[in-house]
């Protein structure tokens, strides 16, 4: 799964995710958001041309998305939030 979502978000669907026990861990990181639509930017994001975002992936089992997005829901329902999902065709660790 991913979340990608401005910063200003980021403890809020962070914590609603760490909140479920079940739910495994993810990975977070800084973006910039290149876009047109500039409704929601921030005069600075204006001037530069590109939004700030954090993006946020998970490996989670299809059978816990809705269990993820329901909670991040509860918690921030913002139309800031996009989500996706892909397939992942394999996954391990090194060691």
């Given at each position: ?23 495994p ?39 816990q ?18 989500w ?12």
């Amino acid at each position: 799964m991913t979340l990608v979502f401005p910063p200003e978000l980021e403890d809020g669907i962070t914590e609603a995710l760490s909140a479920h026990a079940g739910l495994p861990g993810y990975t977070l990181f800084h973006a910039e958001g290149h876009t047109s639509d500039f409704r929601r930017a921030s005069p600075g994001e204006q001037v530069r041309g590109r939004v700030q975002r954090r993006v946020l992936w998970m490996l989670i089992d299809p059978a816990q998305l809705d269990v993820a997005l329901d909670a991040v829901r509860a918690t921030v329902a913002s139309q800031d939030v996009r989500w996706w999902t892909e397939p992942v065709l394999a996954a391990g660790r090194l060691a």
